[in-house]
Nanobody
Framework: QDQLVESGGGLVQPGGSLRLSCAAS????????LGWYRQAPGKEREWVAF???????NHADSVKGRFAISRDNARSTVYLQMNSLKPEDTATYYC???????????WGQGTQVTVSS
């Protein structure tokens, strides 16, 4: 099935780390640009990071130096390593894929990240 399945969210203390995962079908994953958005309650959706099929990455200024996006082509999975987490990082995180194979955009179901002491 052409879908994205996320995992890895949870509750973490400020300064802690989490790694989010997003698994896709091989057909969707191949040659796709993958990325993450987040949305906090009462706020607009915010782009977080993307990675191209060639491995080029970009991160929002708000997470640069703390978050890192990566992809494992063998596992058809994209990751978001989040370090030095802050309370303002609390949000629902969504992965997406812009597939060249199908010409469609796909979204994960969202995973909650809560940073609180």
């Amino acid at each position: 099935q052409d879908q994205l399945v996320e995992s890895g969210g949870g509750l973490v203390q400020p300064g802690g780390s989490l790694r989010l995962s997003c698994a896709a079908s091989a057909r969707v994953f191949a040659f796709a640009t993958l990325g993450w958005y987040r949305q906090a309650p009462g706020k607009e959706r915010e782009w977080v990071a993307f990675i191209t099929s060639g491995g080029t990455t970009n991160h929002a200024d708000s997470v640069k130096g703390r978050f890192a996006i990566s992809r494992d082509n063998a596992r058809s999975t994209v990751y978001l390593q989040m370090n030095s987490l802050k309370p303002e990082d609390t949000a629902t995180y969504y992965c997406y894929a812009n597939s060249l194979t199908t010409g469609k955009q796909y979204w994960g179901q969202g995973t909650q990240v809560t940073v609180s002491s």
